[in-house]
């Protein structure tokens, strides 16, 4: 099950402070799908670049790129940047 952005983040514990999760911008996006495109080419693409658009207006986008990098994060749009679901790329 593919959890709400703004909600995706949600940890039972461990190391990483997730507060600031509560202002995301993507909490309130219609299409959670959008940060979770299957590809970041063809019709992926215009999913990325509808998320990134939500992420440039975010204010917890720094926040959410180091959070992202620090727990591996392999797939998805966090903090304006796309990560390719089968090799770690990003755009
Ligand atoms: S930077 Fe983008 S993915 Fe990260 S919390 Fe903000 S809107 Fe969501």
Redesign the pocket.
């Known amino acids: 099950m593919r959890a709400k952005?703004?909600a995706r983040?949600v940890e039972t514990g461990g190391q990483h402070r997730m507060d600031w999760?509560r202002d995301?911008?993507?909490?309130d996006?219609a299409d959670p799908d959008l940060?979770f495109p299957i590809s970041l080419h063809g019709p992926g693409a215009d999913q990325v670049e509808q998320?990134r658009r939500?992420?440039r207006r975010?204010p917890?986008?720094a926040?959410?790129?180091e959070w992202?990098r620090e727990t591996h994060q392999g797939a998805?749009?966090?903090?304006?940047m796309a990560m390719e679901a089968s090799g770690g790329g990003r755009q």
């Not at 998805?76 to 304006?80: E, K, M, S, T, Y």
Request: a neutral charge.
């Open positions: 952005p703004g983040y999760q995301a911008a993507c909490a996006a940060f998320a939500v992420c975010c917890v986008a926040q959410c790129a992202a998805g749009v966090w903090g304006g």
